[in-house]
């Protein structure tokens, strides 16, 4: 609590004033009325929306012009081993299709420079410094191609059947 002294400064009476009552804590009668609620609306444009987060523009995928040998064209599947995706299909005009188990597609380029090879797909791109391919006989007629991709192999089957 704080105690407040005010006195006068000549001129006055001599009698000072009676002390002021300290402010009472029982219920006063004036009544103050609280503050009118706002008017209801019927018109919704004047109820403020919710905030929604802002996203990012969708930017839009764009590829360099692709380039792959001959001896790339086709599908090439995963052999198992923990790579990237499960299936790779190169097309002749440079195209790349990226297929995963999880039903994922990734559509986009891929520009081979001699043994390198980027291939550019949304989030990527992804920069191989290595690709080769091997061919083996498995007997029988049945022919493969492994392709490796900086030691991640994949496989297709050229004869046999």
Request: with cysteine; charged share 20%.
């Amino acid at each position: 609590m704080v105690a407040v002294v005010v006195a006068g400064c000549g001129g006055g009476s001599e009698e000072p004033s009676p002390p002021s009552s300290p402010p009472s804590t029982e219920p006063s009668d004036e009544i103050t009325d609280p503050p009118p609620p706002p008017e209801p609306t019927d018109d919704i444009t004047e109820r403020p929306s919710p905030t929604a987060p802002e996203t990012p523009p969708s930017a839009t995928f764009e590829a360099p012009q692709g380039f792959v040998p001959s001896e790339l064209v086709g599908e090439w599947d995963g052999d198992g081993t923990s790579v990237r995706f499960d299936k790779i299909r190169f097309s002749d005009d440079g195209g790349v299709r990226l297929l995963y188990n999880s039903g994922l597609v990734l559509d986009g380029t891929a520009v081979v420079e001699g043994t390198s090879m980027t291939l550019y797909v949304p989030g990527g791109p992804i920069p191989y410094a290595h690709w080769s391919i091997e061919q083996f006989d498995a007997g029988y007629g049945y022919v493969f191609e492994n392709l490796k991709l900086d030691g991640s192999s994949y496989v297709r089957q050229i004869a046999g059947g």
